[in-house]
């Protein structure tokens, strides 16, 4: 609607516009939930489980009573047994007659000060039963195993899950006949790969602040994802309808999908209705990393078919997943890691299935790419092994495999545009490989391809013109540092075809802002832009109407023009948005507000292509593909593995904001980095063993190349918002495997077992000697 449609040019989209609030940012002036003040304010704080499964048997707060400044003490027994999850409803707001991880919250306090509220909940004494640790997927699915949920049979599930004592969930999809097609292979390759936890380690830790009016409404805000997950969670774990809580967001400081579900707000609730008073709550470091979330240990078995030429016949992924004590985002991860377990390419016979286990860790929840990370480490590792013993070069392998567009993605579903070839294409120019490949000296250079989701669930955006005839726009998104409302804000300015500087982003606001199911998902730029899209056309629709009127002409011989016009096509006569407002507004026909909402509705699953069990997306798709390469050098002596460069090519579709996309690749890059060299969550017994930032190594500037070479390849989805697809999680998918075959170059050494840390590095490079 809004490019000129004989030259393809775009007014806003395609700029690389800064983010609309990195001046906040960049003086200090911006508002984050520990910045947040109320009057009469109290601060919260919280006891943890010292067990990772007991039962609970009994509570005595008297000594945390008596401190001067404490108001409000609570344990499991002020809470009701109300439940609350995205897919399985098994958590509570807090340990109610027993804990199932260590560092589960058992108690909390509220007091006039931080510190206070810190020391009295120490003082709170419970007296426990200690229940056999379940503390792997394995000694979970034992016949006899501790049961970590008793009444996992009883509680709500939003999908056929297939569950039973610790089996949280099982997922299966098959295609073609996997088994029979064995036999028809050149060469079969099988392994098996771990992937370990990894902490999200947002820079802000979680923190919550409610207040409860005179009328009984509760005002929450919070570091999230999403106002309205947050909304439904609190009230679902609390016993409240949703209309008497109102979730808002300030600045949040990243989340990675550590902040999509509830954290600490139903707590932060509960303190407040007791002590009548707004209650503030911030996690340390510490707790962060101990109660909220982290990335799932992954077990892979891989095992791939394929002719001496190169083509692929078959593959089989079994996956075994610790889904930690609560089911959290557990069955999405699973379901999501088998969708994407046989990469962008053609295989004709194809199956994935797998099991996530209740254990006593800390619940595991999405991260970046949610299970695509790991299945691609697996897949794409294995397709170098596959490489080099067919003699094939490993980017001439997978060009040779790759979906194309009109092809159908493992399940079935279309894939409507797709720039993967080009993708490989583009960093095999761009990272000179083929010379690099044959004189890279010591140092060693790997290639990765994936392809990953945009499109998923409910989302809607409202657009109102004002008096003067500039806009808001509220589409209920929350901006976690990614770009988020810059881009939403240039979609609906080129759909209007006026300056950014002409529309303001309202800030997410359960009471006013339309429905956004969460920033997640790489979603937002493709689901949400579609419905910003849709509300601006609407807006544009009633804006020509009235624009009809004062021109005296029909509403189809008008046009857009730029800097907020609406002209007669052929003609210089035109009048603007200023004098349209002031008419809806003080003459006829009343204000201007555009609206649309949708859901995403390509289904998953193909009956006639594929058969599926357990599958908890009924509908997620829209996939946006990514290649790169990396290069790196080894220390012969130590075994540390470093990266020297890194080169992407990234289809998104149409790049909204290139600078922007550019800034998620680096981001990305930067993470999967640490995820694939550095990175480990460890437990000793229950307790994790590394909780902080003394402990827990995670890349610094150090570690990451000066420079990251990105080429954006630009493949419109049809009915993406100007063709636009996401880009927040592939940059992370390629980086882990791109890596490892970085190292087998350099080495001849091939991991199977992330992080590739210095002493998994140094032990194989000894036994390869």
Request: net charge negative; hydrophobic share 40%; glycine share 10%.
């Amino acid at each position: 609607m809004a490019a000129d449609k004989t030259t393809n040019k775009m007014y806003q989209v395609g700029k690389s516009i800064p983010k609309i609030d990195a001046k906040e940012k960049v003086l200090g002036q911006a508002q984050y939930i520990a910045d947040l003040i109320r009057p009469n304010m109290l601060f919260g704080a919280m006891l943890q489980s010292p067990y990772a499964h007991a039962k609970i048997i009994s509570y005595d707060t008297s000594e945390a009573e008596k401190v001067p400044g404490v108001k409000c003490v609570l344990t499991g027994d002020d809470f009701e047994d109300h439940k609350m999850g995205p897919f399985i409803k098994d958590e509570g707001a807090i340990a109610k007659g027993k804990v199932r991880y260590m560092g589960e919250p058992v108690a909390c306090v509220a007091a006039e000060d931080e510190a206070t509220a810190r020391a009295a909940a120490l003082l709170i004494d419970v007296e426990y039963e200690e229940l056999p640790a379940i503390l792997s997927p394995e000694a979970a699915l034992e016949p006899g195993a501790a049961v970590i949920h008793e009444e996992l049979q009883d509680y709500f599930k939003v999908f056929e899950a297939i569950a039973e004592d610790n089996l949280m969930s099982f997922t299966e999809i098959s295609e073609g006949d996997v088994d029979k097609a064995w036999d028809e292979c050149d060469l079969i390759v099988e392994n098996t790969y771990e992937t370990q936890a990894q902490n999200h380690l947002s820079l802000e830790p979680c923190g919550a602040l409610a207040e409860v009016e005179p009328d009984g409404l509760i005002n929450l805000w919070s570091a999230n994802q999403s106002v309205f997950r947050v909304q439904a969670n609190v009230c679902e774990c609390l016993g409240l309808p949703m209309s008497r809580l109102r979730s808002m967001t300030p600045k949040v400081g990243a989340g990675f999908g550590n902040k999509m579900e509830a954290h600490i707000q139903p707590l932060c609730v509960a303190l407040a209705l007791a002590s009548k008073r707004p209650v503030k709550m911030i996690l340390s470091r510490e707790e962060d990393f101990e109660t909220v979330r982290a990335r799932h240990p992954f077990k892979v078995r891989c095992k791939t078919g394929v002719m001496n030429d190169g083509t692929f016949v078959a593959r089989e992924v079994e996956l075994l997943v610790d889904g930690g004590a609560f089911a959290d985002d557990s069955p999405g991860v699973l379901g999501n890691a088998a969708l994407m377990s046989m990469g962008p390419y053609h295989f004709p016979n194809a199956k994935a299935f797998g099991k996530v286990a209740y254990t006593n860790h800390l619940r595991f929840a999405a991260f970046r790419g949610f299970g695509n990370p790991q299945v691609t480490f697996a897949g794409e590792s294995q397709l170098d092994e596959i490489a080099d013993k067919l003699g094939i070069d490993p980017i001439d392998l997978r060009i040779k495999n790759v979906l194309d567009k009109g092809q159908k993605w493992f399940g079935g579903q279309k894939v409507d545009s797709n720039g993967l070839q080009e993708c490989l294409e583009k960093v095999r120019a761009s990272s000179d490989w083929d010379n690099r490949r044959k004189n890279s000296g010591d140092n060693g250079i790997g290639v990765s391809a994936a392809g990953h989701i945009s499109g998923l669930l409910a989302t809607g955006a409202i657009v109102r013109m004002l008096e003067d005839g500039t806009f808001v726009l509220n589409t209920g998104a929350t901006d976690i540092g990614q770009g988020s409302d810059t881009v939403l804000t240039q979609i609906c300015a080129e759909a209007l075809q006026i300056p950014i500087e002409n529309i303001r982003t309202a800030a997410p606001d359960t009471d006013g802002s339309p429905y956004n199911w969460g920033t997640t998902a790489s979603r937002v730029t493709y689901t949400t832009g579609r419905a910003v899209v849709g509300a601006a056309e609407d807006a544009v629709r009633q804006i020509k109407d009235y624009a009809a009127i004062l021109l005296e002409s029909s509403a189809d011989d008008l046009e857009l023009r730029e800097g907020g016009m609406v002209g007669i096509k052929g003609a210089n006569k035109e009048v603007s948005f200023f004098e349209i407002a002031a008419m809806t507004h003080w003459g006829v026909g009343g204000p201007i507000v555009g609206s649309h909402t949708l859901v995403f509705d390509q289904p998953t699953i193909d009956p006639k292509r594929a058969v599926a069990r357990g599958m908890p997306f009924t509908n997620i798709g829209v996939f946006t593909f990514a290649a790169m390469v990396s290069e790196v050098a080894i220390d012969q002596v130590t075994g540390k593995a470093s990266a020297e460069g890194a080169w992407y090519a990234v289809d998104v579709g149409q790049a909204i904001n290139p600078g922007l996309v550019e800034g998620q690749v680096d981001g990305g890059y930067a993470q999967g980095l640490g995820y694939t060299l550095f990175e480990e969550m460890v437990w000793d017994d229950g307790r994790l063993a590394n909780p902080t930032l003394m402990d827990y190594k995670a890349p610094g500037t150090a570690e990451v190349p000066y420079e990251i070479d990105t080429t954006i390849v630009e493949h419109p989805e049809p009915d993406g918002p100007f063709g636009a697809k996401g880009v927040g999680e592939i940059t992370l998918v390629t980086v882990p495997a791109s890596i490892a075959n970085a190292i087998t170059h350099a080495s001849c050494l091939r991991l199977r077992k992330l992080p590739l840390s210095p002493e998994r590095v140094l032990n194989g490079l000894m036994e390869n000697e």
